[in-house]
């Protein structure tokens, strides 16, 4: 008998899990890697287990589902988890899919990433979520700023807060829920600063609708909070020498600009601010899978267009947690079948297909509503800091566009070092983007993370050991092959 | 209600770890980030260029912006690295390979 396929699964969060449970349900062995000490992703985070947290529940929502995920987990023999890996490459050994060991995964261990590990698999599923995206405005890179879903991960798994009294800003869903989990965590929040118009959300109703619930919900938390809720507000600027201070407000006109005369301050010691999500896509890049815009592409198996390559969840575009949940259904299905060397059958997950167009609308018509404000580079002064690695500031972006006539975003880098520091342009890419006026390309970096160089020589030489082993390897089977057509004596006899 | 009470936590002991000499409580479990923030500290380094402070930015690993020293090993981290018994934590200038 054959060794049974293996998968591996890298990203832990809810659509990895989803993918484990469904393909290890289906006679795959999983070996399920992600960088953090707990399974969970974002969604799912969970305190750490030092912390001894007996209501971790009090900070989540969907505890259900998170419970069915991890008892599946639990219980399910064939997954291996792997804790605290960083893939930093994901490498692809022969064309086909159908050849075992088609794939090394290179990951380093613990939170140091210092020593290597790797895992051969068959097929590999991309299922690394996203991150956070926020555009520069004065005063950003004071310490208290902080991204709100960074917020919301130290509260998770730390239990810990930022400050005593916060500003939550910027735009989309993920605002609600850390406005009220700082609120519950003994946080003053002074208010949720939005820059989008809720009313346009009647213009998508229909899509939205089903969110309408969760939403009141968390305007009835909100309220009993005593949060304020400022619509079509943006944060324009953070006040505050070696942390902030406080932030001024303004309002934002029909076509999102800053109403001349409306600011107004708020003394705070934190602010928590996200302009939406953006996907992880530097494992797909590596292995050149085609992207969409800044999302890795996926067809209606989550194939990628790799062969043996799926990607599920956020790294295929921002949806929340409930449709990573149905593609990594979707994709832990298919890959079974195909491994299995079978088409699969949509039919069998037709449920999750509902689910997933129909949270895909609604993914759609949030994004059209909680754009950022058109117009906010006007507020981003020639002295603000946009590549906060490299600290380059507008002025220069400006200049390397208007003086030197960069038109993308490498060119700018290439000129002004912006992206060029330990996040790789993670941060500033989108704004630097808005500044220069085009669009943002995905960054083609060489690796999801940073490499010690003593292991990518370590590397190096294993590889060069590899070949020089393929290479003896041939020479015999060439010897071989010349023997059966020179049939010695002894076999002959 | 503070987020230990609200999670209901029972951790385990605390201990103590240093930064830049000075004794700072921790709880098992928690990162560098995590014991600096519940003690109040927001911020832990200063920038290459600017000198300007720094610490948390995205709490995920994705930033850099937390950087810091632990155990005389410099670009560490802070939102990714428990802390253990006895770490001696330093603000890291620039580089972190100056000092
Ligand atoms: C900081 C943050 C906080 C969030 N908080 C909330 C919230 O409170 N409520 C809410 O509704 N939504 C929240 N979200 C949105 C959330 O991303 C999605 O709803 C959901 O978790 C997406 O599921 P996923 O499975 O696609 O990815 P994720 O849940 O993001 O899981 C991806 C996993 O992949 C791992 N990973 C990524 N790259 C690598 C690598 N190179 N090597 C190893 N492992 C890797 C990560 O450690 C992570 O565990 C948050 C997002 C972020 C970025
Ligand atoms: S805060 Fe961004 S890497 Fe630690």
């Known amino acids: 008998m054959t060794e049974r396929p293996h998968l591996a699964v890298i990203g832990a969060g809810p659509a990895g899990l989803a993918a484990s449970l469904a393909a290890a349900a289906r006679g795959v062995r999983v070996t399920l890697i992600d960088a953090a000490p707990d399974a969970g992703g974002q969604f799912y985070r969970q305190p750490a287990t030092g912390l001894g947290a007996r209501r971790p529940q009090a900070l989540h929502h969907q505890w259900r589902t998170w419970e069915r995920l991890r008892d599946g987990l639990a219980a399910q023999a064939d997954i291996r988890h792997l804790t605290e890996h960083h893939v930093w490459c994901v490498e692809r050994k022969s064309s086909g899919s159908d050849r075992p060991d088609a794939f090394t995964v290179h990951a380093l261990l613990g939170p140091l990433q210092e020593e290597p590990a790797t895992v051969h698999a068959d097929a590999v599923l991309l299922a690394t979520g996203g991150y956070e995206r926020v555009l520069p405005f004065p005063g950003w890179t004071l310490p208290g700023v902080v991204t709100a879903g960074g917020a919301q991960a130290m509260l998770k798994a730390g239990l810990v807060v930022p400050g005593r009294v916060a500003v939550v800003a910027g735009t989309g869903p993920l605002l609600l829920p850390v406005a009220t989990g700082l609120a519950a965590a003994g946080v003053r929040v002074e208010a949720l600063v939005e820059s989008a118009d809720p009313k346009a959300v009647v213009r998508h109703t229909r899509a939205l609708a089903a969110k309408l619930p969760e939403a009141a919900r968390y305007a009835a938390r909100l309220l009993r909070h005593r949060v304020r809720f400022l619509p079509r507000n943006a944060v324009v600027e953070a006040h505050g020498d070696e942390r902030v201070e406080s932030v001024t407000v303004a309002a934002l006109d029909a076509d999102g600009r800053v109403r001349p005369g409306t600011g107004r301050r708020i003394p705070c010691d934190t602010l928590a601010i996200g302009h939406g999500m953006l996907p992880h896509t530097d494992l797909a890049e590596t292995l050149g899978c085609r992207l969409d815009g800044v999302r890795v592409h996926a067809d209606e198996e989550q194939r990628t267009d790799v062969p043996g390559v799926w990607a599920a969840g956020e790294s295929t575009g921002i949806g929340g947690a409930a449709l990573s949940l149905a593609e990594g259904h979707i994709a832990g299905r298919s890959i079974a079948a195909r491994l299995a060397g079978r088409t699969p059958d949509p039919r069998g997950w037709a449920t999750a297909a509902k689910s997933r167009t129909k949270l895909g609308e609604f993914a759609a018509a949030l994004d059209t509503v909680y754009a950022p404000p058109a117009h906010w580079t006007e507020q981003v002064t020639d002295d603000t800091v946009v590549c906060r690695c490299e600290e380059v500031t507008a002025g220069a972006i400006r200049e390397a566009v208007g003086g030197l006539g960069a038109a993308d975003v490498r060119t700018v880098k290439l000129l002004t070092r912006a992206g060029m520091g330990w996040c790789q342009g993670r941060m500033c890419g989108p704004a630097v983007a808005g500044l220069a006026s085009c669009e943002l390309t995905p960054a083609r970096r060489p690796f999801a993370r940073p490499v010690p160089l003593g292991v990518l020589a370590q590397e190096a030489q294993e590889a060069q050991e590899a070949e020089a082993t393929d290479a003896a390897e041939a020479a015999r089977e060439t010897r071989k092959a010349q023997d059966h057509a020179h049939p010695t004596e002894k076999e002959l006899s | ?99």
């Open chain 2, 1 to 99: 209600m503070n987020p230990l009470e609200l999670a209901d936590a029972r951790p385990g002991p605390a201990f103590t770890v240093t930064l830049d000499g000075r004794e700072i409580p921790a709880l098992p479990g928690q990162t560098v980030a995590a014991a600096l923030w519940a003690a109040g500290i927001t911020s832990w380094r200063t920038t290459r260029g600017q000198g300007r402070p720094r610490g948390i930015f995205c709490g995920i690993g994705v930033c850099f912006d937390c950087l810091v020293t632990v155990n005389d090993r410099p670009n560490q981290r802070a939102c990714l690295v428990t802390l253990r018994p006895g770490d001696a934590i330093r603000t890291q200038e620039g580089t972190g390979h100056d000092d």
